[in-house]
Each structure stands twice: as C-alpha cells, then as structure tokens.
C-alpha cells in the first residue's frame, strides 16, 4: 500500500485518531489463519469488533470460511457488502431479523447462514416465523450450550436433547447442523478456575453432540462445532477436534480479536495461552492505537489529554501510555514504565497522573494503548491504517 | 409530525433499537429554553451528547444563542450543518485543529467563535498557529478556571492573570471575551461537599473575571461568563449573574442533558436541583430509551437480553428495566419497581436478574432506561423518534 502525504504524528489530521499499525494487521492476518489451518479447523472470526468491509475483506482474502456477527444490525453490514458465509453467533428471536434473513436466503442461493437455538420456546418461535416468512430452504440451526452463571444456551445435556428434536419436528423450516457455545465468558472469571471452568464446558459441549449424534438428530453432511473467543482457542481446538461422533465433524473457531489485539484484556490472556500452547500459539502483535495531545498540565503530576470515553473502552481497564511525541518531530519517547496512570476520565478527556520531569507539554502527541479492541472500534466511524512511520495509508470505515 | 407506519412494538424494526420519545424530547427542549430566558441568561446547550444535527435544529429554534461542542470533529459536524455560533468547550491545541477553525473564520463572516485558553504555552501555540492560518479576525478566546483535582483550567486568580496578559500580547490573533469553567466534574464527588464545591468554584470563576475586568482585560463589548453542565445550572446562573464588573456581562450556561435526561445520573441531580430551586426549576422528562428483546431464560431468575454494552453506557451505572410488553401485544407492563436488576453485560447482551414469576417469554420486549445520555447515544448511528404509542416518526442521524 502506498503511502498518503499525511501524517499522524505531524499533525496533519485532527487528533484524537484511532490509529491501526497495517503491517502488525497484517502479519496477525496471516498467522491466525496459518495457526487454524495448521490445526486443521475453520477460522469463521467474529466481525463485530470492528465492523469494518476492509477488514472483512482483509480475513476473506486470508481464507478464513467465513465471518460471525451477532445482530441483525452487523448482519445486513456484511451482507451489504456481499459476506457470503455467516455465523450468526446468537439466538434469533426478532421478527424483523427473521424476516431479513429469510429475505436474503430467498434471493441469493449463494448465502450461507447458521444460528443458534437453546430452548424449545426459542424453537418454536423461529420455526413459525420462517414458516411465515418462506426463505425457500431450511434456515441451519446449533444448538447453543451455555456457561452455569452465564448468558443464552442449554445448561445441561436433556435440554439439549429436546431442543434438538423440536427442531427436528420443525423439519421443514430449521436444519440441526451442530452445536455450539462461548467458553470466553469464563475469561471474567478468577485466573485460577478459569482453565478449568472452560475445559469442563467444552467437555459438556462434547457430550452434547455426541449424544445428538447418538441419536441421529443432526442433518446430512459433516457436524459443525463451535466455540471460541480470542482468549482459548487452543482449549477449544483440542477438546472439539476429539469429539467422537458417527461420522466426520468440523470445527469452527470464532476468534475475533486476534487482527488487532489489545494492551489489556487480551495481552493478559494470550500471554496464558502462549503458556499452554508454547511455540505452537500463533504470535499476535497489538495493532490499535489511539493518539490524542496534551491540552494542558495544570497542576503539578497532572497532563490532560485531548481522548475520553468517548474515544477508547474502559470495560477492561483504562488505556496504557504507550509513547510521547514532542510535538513537531517524529521521534516516539517510549512511556510503558515512565509512571505515567490514566486515574481518571471525562466524555472527551483523559487524566494523566504523571512523574516530576514527566517533559510533556502543550501540543505534545500521547499513543494510548486500549485495553480493549471491541470497545474502542465501536466509539469510531473511520480507523487511520497507518504504516510504522505513522503516514496514512487508507481511511478505514467502521459501520456500527 | 406524521407518523409512519412502522412501530416498535409490532417489531417492525430490527431490535435492539435507540428510541427518544418525541413529545417528551419537545417538552424539555422548550420549558429548558423558556427556563434559561425567564433567567436572563443565554443557552449554548453542549451538544456533543446526542452529536445529532436534527436536535441541532430544534435548539436554533427554540431560540438558543449557540451549541456548544468538544473536539474538531465534533466541530466539523456543526459547521457541515451550518451552525451559525460555536462555543468550543475546550482548549485549542492541534495544528489540524486550529487550521480548520481559522479556515471557517476566513470563510463565513458570519461564523461566531469561542474556544478556551488555561495556560501561556497554550496561549502561545495557539497565537503562533493562528498567525500562520491567517483567519482575518482574532480568534475569540476565554480563561478556564479549573477546579482543584480536576481537568484542564488555571487553579488560581494569579496565573489567570497571566494567561489574559499573554492573551493581550498575542493581541492581533487572539481577543479576551470572558472567563469560562466546567463546575459539572464535582456531581462526581460526595454527595454531602458536591454543592459546596461547586459554590466554591463559581466565586472563584467570579473572582478570576472581577481581577481582569479590573486590569482592563477584556476586549470590548459584554464580558462573557459561562459554566453550567446539566447538574448545577441553577447555581451557575445564581453566581454568574452576580459577579460585579465595571460593565455589562452575559452569562453562557452549556447544559445539553435536559434534551433527554436520564434514569440514573442526571436524574438524581434534577431532583437534587429541584429540591434546591422549587417551582423555579424546568420541569424535565426522560426521553430516552433502549428497546430490547428477551433472547433466553436459561436458569431460574436469569433473563437474557438482546442489547449489551455496545448498545448503552455503563458509565453512570446500568440501565433500569422500565417495562415489559409481551410480544405481539401493544400493552406496556412497568418495570420499575418489580425487581429486575441488571447484573451482568456482555458487548450485545444484559443479563437480567428477575424474580420467580417475571412473566416474560422469548420474543418479549422490553424497554430500558440508560443511566447517561451522552454515552448511550454515541453507541447508535440513528436514534428512533416515536410517538406516546412508540409508532416511529422519524430515524434521526447522529454524526459520532
């Protein structure tokens, strides 16, 4: 990609900016699909995080099978921008969604699409309203096991029996083509049980399908399975990977966070997954970035910036200083163990409690880290992709 | 306005959706307007909350002097949509930035400025940027006073003084119209010191504009004075009004949460300033809302919901559950007092904490009321205005 004649760190756009580092987007591009196809799963990663047609098109043109989204709102983005494969990695309940889906399974033989069930209300519901909606063809259905504690999804291996064969008694409307769960909510829960809270998971997804699969309720063709946030993957590919069924399966991560990592949530997390996989786990290098200006330091130990709430997720942490730009040179005074905190944020600020001789001052650039991927694509309409010299390479559009 | 002929409850529309209920939106918009002219004070309501040029439009015509806005792009916004008066709340640093603004002042004679000095580096960029720009006219610009442990802004009547004489000496580019302060950051502190503190913080405010009044300061023309987040604006308007000069001034109150209000931050301190200002107080509604569905109710007590923190901010604690309509039906149950607490929020989920006997099935709606405006509507491209009976009037456009 060639280079515009703007820069970031010369000012030459407003500041804030959400800011991707294209060569690390890159590299993570193509080694989370190297990691799955060595492991031999399909990569189907979730696109909610940053809701962008060019990284679509980025994982697409990698080969992943397809992308995953989790609203109706995400899944008419992508099919405007003609995503062919789709996870919808949520119950389906809205009458308005189910008619969008059907309408687009109606008109393009071509789209492939499969979402997740968990009650027999849930069946019914679905069933009666694609019925009403005559998309032509089965809509694909998994069904979606869940956490003890957690969010939608079966808690135990009966409840999923039923479900199974309410969909099968909707025989014409819905299709069972596997099952499925999200190990990732484990993530929030104390380090010391969380391993083991997802292996136990994934083991109940696996009596799921095996018992389904006992009792011949899945449709003609390979079983999916699927699972998999950004935090586990490598759990997740072993356990599902060694299910035992009648016939072939395939398994489905879901990773999402891999383009772009974070400072936070997910450094911590890899860090534990490179623990348990050793060189095996793909090497991910954090790619976003925000840049904001030091509007004023008004009190000793105190430095403004020009970014807030507004501009980076907190869900996981405020952002870390990643580096200090004087302003009008291009040189990246490093800041990950200058002292520098985020203690405190506004809408459109962020306080900095700072060391004496900190050497900021008004006008100077501060790179933040966020904590977070998903929570700071969302707070923008356009990403800078930048090269490692931070000239503007393209425009990115997110559309949340 | 004419209703069309989708509504949210028949499901017409892809859930979750933003909704602001339009009778209420123009019930606050014009007692908040007639409050602030019975006052005798100007509004320059701050509208990076809703960043919605519809709203815009509903200020300029109900009367207010100007909008108030935080960053360029915010700016940028304003002025595509033709925003006649900018008062920008914020220090002006970035060189983007600053060539911007001084581009629109060479442009449009009738583009009225106001933007925010604290320190004299600050003073001085700005003045050497603004000569470089060349905008034809000084740029207008206010001291902030800042409060003690707070944001940007001098935090004594000496450095203030400092800041006003580097402003005279940048005399062709910069001109002094006035004293500015954001008193809002204390509804953050304890309860028992916040409206000490804000009166501390007004009189010092007062202090810093008498003492450059008294050195002959200020350009010519009414001195403009201007605090007033959506917390304290009865205070803000009792103590600026008040100040003594040896000539005219205005007071400039910013508020922009009384569009909507809220069910949570704003709420609390309305019944605070209610309490503090009687019948002389706006009377102010909620308007808005999140419209989600019930996707799951995988465990005794748990419900789960089809919007998360992508969906609403959580900033000034979660949304309350305001009602519950079952599916296929137009008939509101409330919520408010029957025990449904939200416990927990993944990125597009809440997970909702209900008593036996809640009564609510999959594919039921249910209404939310968000704890802060400003951090709910920049989750949402278009926000639904809807009638009492929640058929939709109007998709509204935000420009976050």
Redesign the interface.
Known sequence: MTATDQNVLR??????LCVLRAAALDRNVARFQRYTESAGVLLCPHA?TAMSPALFGRQLAAGCWGLTF????QL?VARRHGVPRVFYA??L?????IR?VCGELRRDPGFDFYCLV??M??VQ?LASRVADAGPGRPVNVLVEG?L??G?????DVGTAVAVAEAVRAAGPHLALAGVEGFEG?AQYRDASRREADVREFLGFLVRIAETLDGRGLFQAGPVLLSAGGSAFYDLVIGQLKAARLSRPHQVIVRSGCYLTQDWGAYAGLQADLQRRAGSAGPDLEPALEVWA???????PGLV?L?AG??DFG??AGNPVALAHVR?GTAERRPLRDSGWQMTAV????A?MTVRPGHGA???DLIALGPSHP??TF??W?VVHLVDDDYNLLEAIRTY?
């Not at 989790?70 to 709102?73: L, R, V």
């Not at 309940?93 to 969604?97: C, E, F």
């Not at 969010?151 to 808690?155: A, S």
């Open positions: 000012e030459d756009l407003p500041l804030p909610k989790a609203t109706c709102a008419q949520n119950q309940v809205g009458a308005a969604d969008y968990d009650s209300p849930g519901l869940g003890a504690g969010r939608c999804g079966v808690r909510l200006q030091v509007l004023s330091a008004p009190e403004i020009s709430r507004r907190q869900d302003r506004s809408d459109q600020h306080h001052e008004v006008g998903c929570t969302d707070k309409r949340f």
